[in-house]
């Protein structure tokens, strides 16, 4: 009797402490915790630039409960490493503005509002410096991060990995379209390093991000606007752009498709873009593109591509 009762005690003791192990193992993964709703005594959000990681800081209690809104970024999240360790009285988020230049970033509990702040950024400008081939001069990209986000994002990952360094402007195109009457002419670049004829290399410059959805153009080809390169899908762009060195809208929008889409302001580098139109420029090979199409020899070189707002 002795022996049973005392292995029944054992067992209870070992019941009880795997349960309580169970219970801490689900408060660390944010189960099964403590279910006490946040306070929050301050907020912080640190001055970011568009596309780049911000810091949200906020202290108060049981912060492992708060919910954070910020419908102006992406990439939302706690952080829980390095300098930025998360804990039950200061939380850390990152938040990368996209889409919009001002939003409100709100705090809550169980759907109760704790703390609200407001997050602007300038709009985002990107400045490329290009020289070889007669042309040497700066390039700024006034982009349309709150019209084309998904664009303007996908451009500013190129830029700010350093992708577009060393590449050049392989296409120059400059003839009639029998279709729509009008001349079109843009000036095309970012896929291909250097380019020593008339045939352009078997492969554009990889890794690259996976194409991004196609946000419409809506007769936006003006002349001195960027807009993205695309294959047949509307949905193939990647690192490849164009400048529209005229009008284009009528032309794209009636016999190419969907258009293409728009996501940055050259005008202010009209006479940089120019200069690459009346640079020395080889015929392309019909396998490239056939429809009179040139690539500038000697190359006309993207030297550096940098985010400067």
Known sequence: MQQRSHARTVRSIGVAATSALLLAALSACGGGGDSSPATVSAMNVATTKYGVPGLITVTGTHLGNLSISAPG????ARLSSGATVSSDTTSYYSCTPSGTYSSTITASTQGTTLASQTLTVQP???????????????IVFNLKGNV???????FLDYVNAGFYTGLVFHR???FNNPLVGPEYFVVQGGNYGAVTSGTLPAAVKTPLYNPI????????????TAAMARGQDRDSATSGFFFNVIN?????????????????DVSGSAAVITQITQAACTSLAPSNFNDGSCVPIPNVVITTATQTQ
């Not at 284009?248 to 498709?257: D, H, I, L, V």
């Open 73 to 76: 970024c992406r990439n939302v």
């Open 124 to 138: 985002p400008v990107v400045t490329m410096s290009v020289s070889g081939g007669g042309v040497i001069g700066n």
């Open 148 to 154: 084309a986000p998904v664009t303007v994002d996908n």
């Open 172 to 174: 120059v195109a400059h």
């Open 213 to 224: 959805k196609f946000e419409g153009s809506g007769g936006n080809n003006v002349q001195w």
């Open 248 to 264: 284009n809208s009528a032309a794209f929008e009636t016999s190419s498709g969907p258009g293409y889409a728009v996501f940055a």
